[in-house]
């Protein structure tokens, strides 16, 4: 089970931070990511985090956006800092029990519910 908060609205060039809450992790390689999709849009990769704490990033986020986790709390965090207008979005997380993390929707099969972030 994947349950995100902290999404809200900011000004653009705000900073807002995403914390995903999930149930315990046992598998010996996973990925976790960070999706987006904006109203009317498909949904898009933002950032993934393997079990070894490697990180890969969109093209769009990248410089502004960090992820990162905390294995002792089961928590996965994504720090948007500079953002924009068009980072406005439904953020969800997601989670695949894999080694080599993949920033494609298909890659992932558990989602949570998602947090809306809205950059004026």
């Known amino acids: 089970q994947l349950v995100e908060s902290g999404g809200g609205s900011v000004e653009a060039g705000g900073s807002l931070k995403l914390t995903c809450t999930a149930s315990?992790?046992?598998?010996?390689?996973?990925?976790f990511g960070w999706f987006r999709q904006a109203a009317g849009q498909g949904r898009e990769g933002v950032a993934t985090i393997d079990t070894s704490g490697s990180t890969s990033y969109s093209a769009s986020v990248k410089g502004r956006f960090t992820i990162s986790r905390d294995n002792v709390k089961n928590t996965l965090y994504l720090q948007m800092n500079s953002l924009k207008p068009e980072d406005t979005a439904m953020y969800y997380c997601?989670?695949?029990?894999?080694?080599?993390?993949?920033?494609?929707?298909?890659?992932?099969?558990?989602w949570g519910q998602g947090t809306q972030v809205t950059v004026s």
């Open positions: 997601a989670f695949e029990a894999r080694f080599g993390c993949l920033l494609r929707v298909d890659s992932f099969s558990y």
């Open positions: 315990r992790v046992t598998y010996s390689g996973y990925c």
